[in-house]
C-alpha cells in the first residue's frame, strides 16, 4: 500500500491550500483516513481524521482543537482519497503534514500507512 500527497507550498497569513492524499495497493477497505503534522521541533500532532461509517454510525470526523472551523477532512471513498481543506491559515499552520490511513488487505486486521510529508508554510 502507498500514500501519495499532494499539495502543499506557501501561502500568505489568511490564504487558503487544500491537501489531498491518495491510497493506493492492496486494499480490502479503508477504515481512517487523516492528516497529522509536524511543526519544527515539536512532536507529530493530529490535525483531523475521518473515520469511515459503519452499519450503526455515519462517518466521523475529528480535529484538533487549534484547526476546528478552519480546516475541513473529506473523502472520496471510490478513489480512495481523503482531502483537507485549510482556510483562514495563520503562520501556526507552518509545519510538515504527513497522510494517514488505517487499510484492511483482509478481513481479519488492518495496518497504518504513511504517506511522505508535504511542506505547508504560512507567511506573516
Known amino acids: 500500500v502507498q500514500l501519495q500527497a499532494f499539495g502543499g507550498g506557501t501561502v500568505p497569513a489568511g490564504g487558503f491550500l487544500r491537501l489531498s492524499c491518495a491510497a493506493s495497493?492492496?486494499?480490502?477497505?479503508?477504515?481512517?483516513m487523516g492528516w497529522f503534522r509536524q511543526a519544527p521541533g515539536k512532536q507529530r500532532e493530529l490535525v483531523a481524521r475521518a473515520t469511515s461509517a459503519t452499519m450503526l454510525s455515519g462517518d466521523s470526523t475529528d480535529y484538533a482543537n487549534s484547526v476546528k472551523g478552519r480546516f475541513t477532512i473529506s473523502r472520496d471513498y471510490a478513489r480512495n482519497t481523503v482531502y483537507l481543506q485549510m482556510s483562514s491559515l495563520k503562520p501556526e499552520d507552518t509545519a510538515v503534514y504527513y497522510c494517514?490511513?488505517?487499510?484492511?488487505?483482509?478481513?481479519?486486521?488492518?495496518?497504518?500507512?504513511w504517506g511522505r510529508g508535504t511542506l505547508v508554510t504560512v507567511s506573516s
Open positions: 495497493g492492496s486494499i480490502l477497505r479503508v477504515n481512517a
Open positions: 494517514n490511513a488505517q487499510i484492511s488487505d483482509n478481513p481479519w486486521d488492518e495496518a497504518h500507512y
